[in-house]
């Protein structure tokens, strides 16, 4: 019988009694229709008990401050409401583990408007759709980390920016592999410059901190000639600047860009064949998450975060009681203390949280950095 029908059919008894905080009333429908508050509450008891404590190891740990004490308090009971929410995700998702992580004191609309940015998907003129690549003899285990492809884990900031992450990424590992040079591009070049589009042709535009669409970004850098590195054209987290691109200082450029089919086997051949592939996911479970590998039982696969694919694994840690899980090595945009030193899995073979669904490679031209 399928696992989610049993989850149902245990769970069904409790769906009554569930209590919804004002903090998280629009947080996760269907799961807290699942996995109520209630019982959340009843397995939590001690948790919470203690949740003033654990907010000020919180507050020690990421550097927080609060300009009143009612801000305080108002952060507070957000942090006690994301307890339960953390409590509920761990219920969903046990091959991972769930809990407290810098972004326990913001609501989950604060959390999708300052964190996460993706378009909806409509692709540009120049994209491909990619060739069938051949995988008989696809490695059981593969990491760009190992290959010298992927630079370190940045931070976005409050700003929707993470489709431009994600798109720098995959144009890092792409150049990486045509020159043997591994160079940190600009996020912020796209964050200011890249608007230009035609919105009957391939949808809405790019918008800096407001959200934007790989593919469309890659369209701009070969429009636009390429990139600058991070250290001509650095990160600053908003998008109120003028555009400063300076194209005497290009270091990477786009030959062409393609989208991958969604079928796990062809993201694995095209990213072991070409780099790092941008890639979109829904975020829900990711601002409860701590380390191993996610597998939720359910998650919509409504697109709204940009990361970077880096590699898979043929088994990850999981719980005694709990099958391992053959995962992908997510690169995220959040800063080296959030998930596994800013990494995240997520399980392979199910499409889980829309993974495979919108998946993009990009290839560079073959020249130097100056």
């Known amino acids: 019988m399928d696992r989610l029908f049993l989850l149902f059919l245990s769970l069904s008894c409790v769906f009554a009694s569930a209590v919804v905080s004002d903090v998280i009333s629009n947080d996760d429908p269907l799961i807290r229709q699942v996995v109520s508050d209630a019982e959340t509450e009843e397995d939590s008891g001690d948790h919470l008990l203690n949740a003033e404590h654990h907010f000020t190891l919180f507050k020690s740990k990421f550097g927080k401050t609060y300009a009143t004490q009612e801000e305080h308090d108002y952060r507070l009971g957000v942090f006690k409401a994301n307890l339960r929410r953390a409590k509920r995700h761990q219920l969903l998702d046990p091959t991972a583990i769930h809990g407290v992580t810098k972004f326990s004191d913001l609501t989950p609309s604060e959390f ?113 000639g390429g990139l600058e590195r991070e250290e001509d054209y650095p990160y600053t987290g908003n998008d109120r600047g003028p555009c400063k691109f300076d194209k005497s200082k290009i270091v990477a450029s786009v030959a062409n860009f393609s989208v991958i089919s969604v079928d796990e086997e062809q993201i694995a051949a095209n990213l072991v064949k070409h780099g790092p592939l941008a890639v979109g996911i829904n975020a829900v479970f990711m601002q409860t998450y701590v380390k191993g590998v996610s597998c939720p039982y359910i998650c919509f696969r409504s697109l709204d975060h940009g990361v970077l694919l880096v590699g898979y694994g043929s088994a990850g840690y999981a719980p005694i009681r709990f099958k391992e899980k053959p995962y992908w090595i997510i690169k995220n945009s959040w800063g080296e203390n959030w998930g596994e030193d800013g990494y995240y899995k997520i399980c392979r073979g199910h499409n889980v949280c829309g993974v495979d669904s919108m998946v993009s490679s990009v290839a560079a031209l073959n020249t130097k950095s100056q």
């Open 112 to 224: 999708r408007r300052q964190f996460l940015g993706l378009k909806p998907l409509k692709l540009p003129a120049d994209a491909q759709k990619a060739p069938i690549l051949p995988t008989d003899n696809l490695p059981d285990d593969f990491d760009w980390r190992d290959r010298g492809a992927v630079t370190g884990i940045k931070d976005q900031g409050s700003c929707g920016s993470c489709w431009s992450f994600s798109t720098t990424g995959a144009l890092e590992g792409a150049h990486y592999l045509a020159t043997g040079e591994l160079v940190s591009l600009s996020e912020q070049q796209l964050v200011d410059c890249d608007h230009e589009c035609d919105p009957q042709e391939y949808g809405a535009c790019d918008s800096g901190c407001n959200g934007g669409l790989m593919t469309s970004a890659f369209e701009y850098t070969l429009k636009a």
